[in-house]
C-alpha cells in the first residue's frame, strides 16, 4: 500500500476535512490517515492502493493543492535523507533521463531566497539525470517545509516532507470562474471557490439536477456545478424577471438555453 502526502492551499481551512470526506464517498475511496490532521495543517499524510481513485478525488477537489508520493519524511533533514534513501533502495526507483525540476513548498515562512532553497535540496542530494526544465518538466520532485502554525515562525522547518509530484488538484476551475470576470457582479455573490465546495460536499456528481429556489444575484455562482462537473442540470427559479446583466452573467456560464419560473 502506497502512502502518499497530501498537500492543501492555505484557503477555507474548515471545509477541508468534509470536502475530502465527501468526494472520498463519490469515488469510494478507501484511505487510512497516517499523519495530519487537516483542521490545524496542510499536510496529510495517507495510505491506499486505489490511485486512480485517489486522481479523481484531486481533480474534483479545490482545496487540495497536489498530491505527491511520498519517499521520506522526518524531524530534521539527516532523518529525512534517511527515510529517502531507504524508500529509494527498497523500491528500486528508476531514475528517470527525461526533463524534471525541484519544487518547493514552505508554509508559515516569508522570505526564504532562492539560495537557502537550493541550499536544502543540495543537503538532501537526491537528483534526476535528464534536464532540469522550471516550464514544462515530465517529472516534478516537491520538497515541503512545515514551519508550524505558530505566529512567529521559527528559523529550522519543524518536520519536512520529500516526494514525487503524483498528480495536481483541481484549483484551475476557481481562477477560470473568479468574480472579477463575470458580466454581472452583485454586492452579494458568491466566489467560485465556495460555490465548487458546496457541490463538492452535497456529492453532486453526472445526472443530478440541482435545484436552487432563490437563485438571486448572489447565487448565480452556483450555476458553476453545471461548469465544473459534466453532465449536471440545473434548474433555478428567482423571484423577479432578470435583466440583461444577469442573463449576460447566465451566458458566461455556458447557459445559453435558460428558462426562468416567476412566483
Not at 487510512?32 to 487537516?38: L, Q
Not at 486512480?52 to 493543492?65: E, G, H, N, T
Request: net charge neutral.
Amino acid at each position: 500500500m502506497d502512502r502518499f502526502l497530501i498537500y492543501y492551499s492555505g484557503v477555507e481551512i474548515n471545509f477541508r476535512g468534509p470536502e475530502l470526506a465527501s468526494l472520498c464517498s463519490i469515488f469510494n475511496l478507501d484511505l487510512i490517515v497516517e499523519k495530519g490532521d487537516v483542521d490545524k495543517s496542510r499536510y496529510l499524510v495517507v495510505r491506499t492502493t486505489e490511485e486512480d481513485k485517489l486522481r479523481a478525488v484531486a481533480k474534483r477537489s479545490v482545496l487540495i493543492q497536489q498530491i505527491s508520493r511520498l519517499w521520506g519524511h522526518g524531524e530534521t533533514m539527516d532523518s529525512l535523507r534517511s527515510s529517502v534513501r531507504q524508500h529509494l533502495d527498497e523500491s528500486k526507483f528508476d531514475i528517470p533521463t527525461e526533463k524534471w525540476k525541484f519544487n518547493f513548498e514552505v508554509s508559515n515562512k516569508r522570505g526564504m531566497d532562492i539560495g537557502k532553497r537550493m541550499a536544502f535540496a543540495e543537503d538532501l542530494g537526491v537528483s534526476f539525470d535528464g534536464p532540469i526544465d522550471l516550464e514544462s518538466p515530465q517529472h516534478v520532485l516537491d520538497l515541503y517545509l512545515d514551519y508550524g502554525q505558530a505566529k512567529k515562525s521559527p528559523d529550522q522547518p519543524l518536520y519536512y516532507y520529500f516526494g514525487y509530484r503524483f498528480c495536481d488538484a483541481g484549483r484551475d476551475l476557481v481562477s477560470k470562474y473568479d468574480t472579477k470576470d463575470r458580466a454581472f457582479l452583485g454586492n452579494t455573490s458568491m466566489c467560485a471557490q465556495m460555490a465548487l465546495v458546496m457541490a463538492n460536499q452535497a456529492k453532486v456528481q453526472d445526472g443530478h439536477l440541482v435545484f436552487d429556489p432563490f437563485v438571486g444575484s448572489g447565487r448565480y455562482r452556483s450555476l458553476l456545478t453545471l461548469l465544473g462537473l459534466e453532465g449536471v442540470r440545473i434548474l433555478v427559479s428567482a423571484h423577479r424577471t432578470p435583466d440583461c446583466m444577469e442573463q449576460r452573467c447566465v451566458s458566461f456560464y455556458g447557459c445559453y438555453n435558460c428558462g426562468y419560473s416567476m412566483f
